[in-house]
């Protein structure tokens, strides 16, 4: 069974940094596409960061230029790093995963985390 665990979440304040973690298990890591959502009280859930399995990254506009998200195949990891933390980045920061198909016609698995609060404060 595929399993996301997030870490690294927590206070910061505006202007701070926080790196958040997630570890993959269950399945072949570096062949899933993989990526970081978050949903903050109110709002529905939206793509921070993604990362596909040959390592090209794209990134929210409100949130380029000051979150990089990399991966570490060795490890099974994806990572968040952000930096000049604004206040409405408070969310919940979810990780996600898409295996891929064992076939061609097979249509791929989606798997999430349990996500990992981040508070900012001014």
Not at 18 to 25: A, K, T
């Amino acid at each position: 069974q595929v399993q996301l665990v997030e870490s690294g979440g927590g206070l910061a304040r505006a202007g701070g940094s926080l790196r958040l973690s997630c570890v993959s298990s269950g399945t072949i890591f570096r062949r899933n596409d993989m990526a970081w959502y978050r949903q903050a009280p109110g709002k529905q859930r939206e793509l921070v960061a993604s990362i596909a399995a040959h390592g090209t990254t794209n990134y929210a506009e409100s949130v380029a230029g000051r979150f990089t998200m990399s991966r570490d195949n060795a490890e099974n990891t994806i990572y968040l790093q952000m930096n000049s933390l604004k206040v409405d980045d408070t969310a919940v920061y979810y990780c996600y995963a898409r295996r891929p198909p064992p076939t061609v016609e097979a249509r791929p698995m989606d798997y999430w985390g349990k996500g990992t609060l981040v508070t900012v404060s001014s």
